[in-house]
């Protein structure tokens, strides 16, 4: 199954190495937006797209390269870090899965986990999840990985 990996880390580089751990599982090429032109993902079985969140969204350097990607019929999920956990009646996550399935493709499963994070409130003591994503959430990004190659058709 040939997968890309389009991911945004700017912070600490937090997605990137979730990123990198569900790569390795899946032998994907891991890039940037910037880095990616919009046709690549349609070269793809699997696609997945991520980033760190930032005032509940995700990163809009992510969000304006999905929106200009062109139809499609592949098939994708969602992946992200932040500091604080998702919101059930409002998941950071859900806007980019609609755009995305607004884009013909169909969207597997989400992946959420903890990380550094720094923003403005938590500056001034430092940060908040200093040490994550840690081994046991870069193991959960990997069995997380490993589903997707277990269960190839299972959508969210």
């Known amino acids: 199954m040939k997968t890309l990996l389009v991911c945004t880390s700017v912070s600490h580089g937090n997605t990137r190495r979730v990123a990198e ?7 994907a090429r891991v890039v940037a937006p910037q880095e990616a ?11 997945g797209f ?9 990163h809009p350097d ?11 019929s592949g098939r ?11 919101l059930p009646f409002a998941p ?22 903890r990380a550094f994070d720094t923003w403005a409130p938590f500056k001034p003591i430092g940060g908040i ?15 997380f990985a490993e589903e997707l190659t277990d269960h190839p058709t299972t959508t969210a």
């Open 21 to 27: 751990a569900m790569a390795d599982v899946l032998d």
């Open 37 to 47: 032109a919009a046709a690549d993902p349609a070269g793809y079985d699997l696609v």
């Open 50 to 58: 991520g980033s760190g969140v930032f005032s509940q969204r995700m």
């Open 62 to 72: 992510l969000l304006g390269f999905v929106r200009a990607l062109p139809t499609s």
């Open 76 to 86: 994708a999920f969602v992946f992200a870090t932040s500091g604080l956990p998702e």
């Open 92 to 113: 950071y996550t859900r806007p980019l899965v609609r755009l995305l399935q607004a884009k013909g493709f169909a969207v597997e499963v989400t992946f959420t986990c």
């Open 129 to 143: 999840n200093k040490h994550r994503p840690n081994g046991d959430d870069l193991s959960a990004a990997r069995a």
